[in-house]
C-alpha cells in the first residue's frame, strides 16, 4: 500500500511564493517510468494537471498555466518531489494534490486516470 503525504501549502498574496512537498512511503518504485507529481482542483472545477517529473531521468512536464512559475523538483529521495510555487497569482488557489504511479506512458503523464496514488491534498489560497 503506496501512502504520499503531502506538506506545505497556505495562504500567500499575489505575487508571493509557497513550497509544497510530497513524500511517498510504503512501496519502493524502480524503473524509467516512476512520476511523482502535483495536480489541483478549484471549487466547482475539475481536477486539473500542475506539474509532472519522472523520478529517475528527471524529466519534467508544466502546464502552460504555470510553465515558469512553478518548479518541480525531486529530494535526494526518489520518493519525495517538491514544487516551489512563484509568483502565485488568485487563479492559483484550489487543493493541491500530489499523485504518484509506476507505470506511466510518458504520452499520458498530464493525465490524472495515469496515476493510481494520491495524496489527500494541501489547500493553496491566494489573495489579490
Known amino acids: 500500500q503506496v501512502q504520499l503525504e503531502e506538506s506545505g501549502g497556505g495562504l500567500a498574496q499575489a505575487g508571493g511564493s509557497l513550497r509544497l512537498s510530497c513524500v511517498a512511503s510504503?512501496?519502493?518504485?524502480?524503473?524509467?517510468?516512476?512520476?511523482m507529481g502535483w495536480f489541483r482542483q478549484a471549487p466547482g472545477k475539475e481536477r486539473e494537471f500542475v506539474a509532472v517529473?519522472?523520478?529517475?531521468?528527471?524529466?519534467?512536464s508544466y502546464a502552460d498555466s504555470v510553465e515558469g512559475r512553478f518548479t518541480i523538483s525531486r529530494g535526494n529521495d526518489r520518493n519525495t518531489v517538491n514544487l516551489q510555487m512563484n509568483n502565485l497569482k488568485p487563479e492559483d488557489t484550489a487543493l493541491y494534490y500530489c499523485?504518484?504511479?509506476?507505470?506511466?506512458?510518458?504520452?499520458?503523464?498530464?493525465?490524472?486516470?495515469?496515476?493510481?496514488?494520491w495524496g489527500q491534498g494541501t489547500q493553496v489560497t491566494v489573495s489579490s
Open positions: 499523485a504518484a504511479s509506476g507505470s506511466v506512458i510518458r504520452s499520458m503523464v498530464r493525465a490524472a486516470s495515469a496515476y493510481g496514488y
Open positions: 510504503g512501496r519502493a518504485f524502480s524503473g524509467s517510468r516512476f512520476y
Open positions: 517529473m519522472e523520478q529517475s531521468s528527471r524529466y519534467t
